[in-house]
């Protein structure tokens, strides 16, 4: 099996160990509302190098195209640590754009034309042609207006494409709307990534969930403000022992610089190799349940996506 990486198709036996949830890079756009930084080249690539060197082999960014995402440097970053790097198409949270930014008013066809557009021919930032791997939603919990609009386009593309549909939630909010929604727009829960839903650790909601299908992406882990002993590690635990392991993906999400090692903060990207993993052996799982959690679970379903000849 292969997947899209933005450096060419990759062979998913080739992962050994992805932060299924990562961000490369973000250049927000001038007027967006909110604005998150990640963009000092020679930093991110120390970062980069530093998790490669530890055991990281793939991340899959989740910064979509108008709001942050440079898929030039995405190229240029893969090319100098030699790591896969997936992107996103699709829509993020409305506070990320400029106002007046076209997406927010287009038709559910001339929305899905794009993301199809990204995910076949290429993202619109490159010019030869890199195509995007997944369909990201920014999913605030309800589905309506432009964001039910939005859906139904990222709907659209899933059918057409096979590409995963990616979600930000607000801490799980009303994540059980999406099998559903999609399932009637013949997305299967199989193609449905729920992000951040750790933060909502209901176990009885994770295993139905799971049992669906559905894959769930967790990133507490190291972050303390979540209280991850008490909720992230527990729960992981709990789903594992219900047979739930092919259904997560562990995940970091360190969209701030403050959480970069070279740029002073903490914990860094080698957290995911220096600490995560090596806790998950202490709970006495083999390695290969180890390598699904921290990578295969995510980029499995990634490489169900049609390849682009
Ligand atoms: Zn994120």
New binding site residues.
Partial sequence: MRFQTVTGLASVEDVRLADG?G?VWIQPPEGAEVRLELNHPELIELELKDFSRAGGTTIVD??PGDCGRDARMLVRLANATGLQITATTGFHQRKYYPTGHWLWSATATEAAKYFVRELTVGMQETDNGVPATTIKVGYEGSIEGQTRILMEAAAEAGRQTGAVILF?TEQGKNIEALPPFFEERGIPPSQLYL??VDKRPDFGLHRELAQAGVLLGYDTFVRPKYKPEKNVWRLLEAMLAAGMGDHIAVCL?L?LFSMWKHDGGEPGLVTLPAHIVPRLRTMGLEEIEIRKLTGLNVIRRLAQKKEVL
């Fill in positions: 949830h961000h989740c910064q930000h992000c951040h999400d969209a």
